[in-house]
């Protein structure tokens, strides 16, 4: 570890998108690559942190680093559940849908001649809600993905989700967001100005962000 000011942390993040199924063949997912998570992990196993990844997407895992991947929102959502007693900062990174169909087929679905297919969806759990409510200690972070009003629904989320930390980025944008290499970043905390970031790589936006992790749980 380069600097070890996370060592012996425990840090749980979640990355990717979702994948909630129609049936056996098919799902229902958005755009996140998994991209911002994995960068994330790696600037927390630099900062000398025991990572567990907890993902839809298989990427090139940092080195010491453990992953378990998981498919639909339900599944993630046990398995955040199942690692946050000992986890110490727990990231939300992942996409999750926030729909999912209502009913998963057994079996693969049929064309219907001409008369087409209704889906109807049910809402999903809310992962970072579900532990914000529950945290007994742990320094919970969250993202709001955005195409308008950042910073209004940024700081809607750090009260309604009751998250230390949310990292905001406007997506929608070719430079900066989902799927892309670089983005940028504005840092919500409580009762703190808000900070902002430069376009940046990913990983160097992930740098960011865990320093100032850092910051506000060790100053
Ligand atoms: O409410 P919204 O989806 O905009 O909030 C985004 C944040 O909440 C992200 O950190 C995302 O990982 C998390 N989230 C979640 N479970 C959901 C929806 C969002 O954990 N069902």
Redesign the pocket.
Known sequence: AKNGKLKNKNVLI?AGGTKEALDPLRYITNRSSGKMGYALAQAAVEAGAVVTLISTVERRLPFGSKLIKVTD?REMLDTVLEHFDKTDIFI?????S?FRPAKQSNQKIKKTGNQGLKVELVQ?????ATVGAKKTGQFVV????ETENIVEYAKN?LVK?HADMIVANEVGHPDSGFNVDNNRVIIFRPKQAQKEFPLQSKIDTARSIIEEIIKSVFE
């Open positions: 979640t929102a939300s990174a992942a996409a999750v926030d999903n759990p809310d992962i970072l969250g993202f709001a993905a989320k989700k």
